[in-house]
């Protein structure tokens, strides 16, 4: 899953859209509403991001994943997109979780950044509690003491949350390092360590970006990062392939921890 951390502008999305399509990304992913920990930076395009969403889908084939909020939006970003994001700052959201678990829509569940695995999967359950099973959990890092990355990446929750339950399991590099140039080698480490996908943000122009201008690839740099996992996933028995995507993706989950 690939694509700007925000929908700044129609040429921005086109550009990054066409780019992570053309360099075999299996979804486009933007933010439409961005949580800040600042009130006066950039918030997001809100409704007007998921039209351009909708249009970047349209031309490029690409289902989207863009995050959701509001327990009130949540029906107007499930007409736009195919998987909704819960972000790291909405994993106890309660009503969110109940909201989107009512949905229809797949849902890919980000670990707060100081939340337990377990607590991960207890939030989990309030989207299952819903009749929804359709759930990806996403391991993005959590709050460390070394300012020498944003966050710290959990590799070892991977492997862990795979034993624990039969829901996907993808890593964010991007938000975990905070840095572009750590992202490769993060990206690879979680292949390595059993992740069925990747969250990565790529920006067609990251020096301009409205947000985490300093994690974003940019395209070339996906592309070659793509390349390279062709080459590097059959050594661990992994293929690299643009599935549709699958709406029982948690339907054979375990219960072991919730």
């Known amino acids: 899953m690939a ?14 859209a066409r780019s992570v399509a053309s360099a075999g990304a299996s979804m486009l992913r933007g933010g439409a509403f ?3 920990t600042s009130p006066d930076s950039f918030q997001g395009l809100g409704v007007a991001g998921l039209e351009l969403l909708r249009e970047a889908s349209r031309e490029t084939g690409l289902p989207v994943v863009t995050e ?7 029906a107007i970003v499930a007409e736009h997109a195919e998987l909704l994001q819960i972000g790291s700052r909405s994993m106890q ?15 890919l569940l980000k670990r707060g950044n100081a939340a337990t695995v377990d607590e991960l999967l207890f939030a989990a359950e309030y989207v299952y ?27 070892a929750a991977v492997p862990v949350l795979k034993a624990r339950t039969g829901a996907p399991v993808v890593v964010d590099p991007s938000h975990a390092t905070g840095r572009a140039a750590l992202v490769p080698a993060m990206a690879r480490a979680a292949l390595a360590a059993g992740a069925d996908g990747l ?14 201008a300093d994690q974003a690839l940019r395209p070339d740099e996906f592309s070659a ?14 293929t690299i392939i643009r599935p549709e995507l699958e709406l029982s993706v948690g339907a054979a989950r375990k219960t072991e921890g919730t």
């Open 68 to 74: 959701v909020m509001d327990p009130r939006d949540v």
């Open 129 to 155: 509690r819903e009749g929804n099973e359709q759930v990806i959990l996403c391991e993005r890092g959590v709050r460390g003491f070394d300012p020498a990355t944003r966050n710290l990446l959990d590799l």
């Open 34 to 36: 961005k949580p800040r």
């Open 225 to 238: 990062l793509m390349t390279e996992f062709e080459r590097w996933a059959p050594l661990l028995g992994r």
């Open 3 to 16: 694509g700007p951390c925000a929908v700044e502008d129609r040429d921005q999305l086109l550009s990054a």
């Open 93 to 107: 959201n309660f009503p969110l979780l109940r909201e989107v678990g009512r949905s229809g829509r797949p849902v």
């Open 199 to 212: 969250l990565i943000e790529v920006h067609p122009n990251p020096e301009s970006a409205r947000c985490d």
